[in-house]
Nanobody
Framework: QVQLVESGGGLVQPGGSLRLSCAASGIDLKYYAIAWFRQAPGKGPEGVSSISSSDGSTAYADSVKGRFTISRDNAKNTVYLQMNSLKLEDTAVYYC?????????????WGQGTQVTVSS
């Protein structure tokens, strides 16, 4: 059974930092592209960051560029999202997604989400 479990969310003041983790079981994350999404109250989902399985290349939404860093630890089968200089508008539920596409196979898994609240 495949599970993605996010953790590390919480309440933080503006300007603070959090590190989110996405730990996998049942799959080897090194073969998957990983993305973090978020959904704020009353808004649609937003792609935040991604990291490829092939060369580790990363991408970021303009809204988080320079503040967030995505990384992966294949030995721990975990992907991280380091979030610095947090702003009120970063408040959302954050989800990790693991995606694999190969010959006639495609897998897409989601975690349950972790709440990040930025508030003074």
């Amino acid at each position: 059974q495949v599970q993605l479990v996010e953790s590390g969310g919480g309440l933080v003041q503006p300007g603070g930092s959090l590190r989110l983790s996405c730990a996998a079981s049942g799959i080897d994350l090194k073969y998957y592209a990983i993305a973090w999404f978020r959904q704020a109250p009353g808004k649609g989902p937003e792609g935040v960051s991604s990291i490829s399985s092939s060369d580790g290349s990363t991408a970021y939404a303009d809204s988080v560029k320079g503040r967030f860093t995505i990384s992966r630890d294949n030995a721990k089968n975990t992907v991280y999202l380091q979030m610095n200089s947090l702003k009120l508008e970063d408040t959302a539920v954050y989800y990790c997604n693991a995606y694999y596409s190969g010959l006639q196979k495609e897998y897409d898994y989601w975690g349950q989400g972790t709440q990040v609240t930025v508030s003074s």
